[in-house]
């Protein structure tokens, strides 16, 4: 019986970390491709120092030399600047909320009392997963 819930447990956490994952990656596919489409079709919307730096960072990173800009060069350059800032942002939040999520789902369950009380070492659990 204890190892039925041990695994039943690591399954439920097995499974919530999968989705963490996944939801880390369509929030992150959704906000680098808002960024770029921004970038591309709305560059005014940028303010005057962030389209400045932009413009710096692009000249200097795809070795432009008539300081001519392509259309797409903003967009581009603003998701590479802001790609792995919004990934950490992203995967924070995901998994800070999946975690949170799994205890409370655990507690009102009343999983914890059951782990608890019984005779599992940490050497089974981690076996388990």
Not at 49 to 62: G, K, N, P, V, Y
Not at 70 to 95: E, N, R, S, W
Request: glycine letters at 6%; charged letters at 10%.
């Amino acid at each position: 019986m204890t190892s039925g819930i041990v695994r039943a447990y690591v399954t439920r956490l097995k499974i919530n970390i999968r989705n963490m994952i996944i939801l880390s990656l369509a929030y992150g596919i959704g906000i680098i491709s808002s960024t770029v489409i921004v970038g591309v079709l709305f560059p005014e919307i940028y303010t005057p120092t962030t389209r400045q730096a932009l413009e710096a960072l692009a000249i200097r990173m795809l070795n432009i030399h008539n300081h001519i800009l392509p259309k797409d060069a903003l967009g581009v350059i603003a998701a590479a600047i802001f790609t792995p800032f919004l990934a950490a942002i992203i995967a924070a939040f995901v998994a800070s909320g999946t975690i949170s999520g799994t205890f409370s789902e655990g507690r009102n369950e009343g999983v914890f009392e059951v782990l608890l009380s019984s005779p599992v070492s940490h050497r089974d659990i981690i076996f388990h997963f």
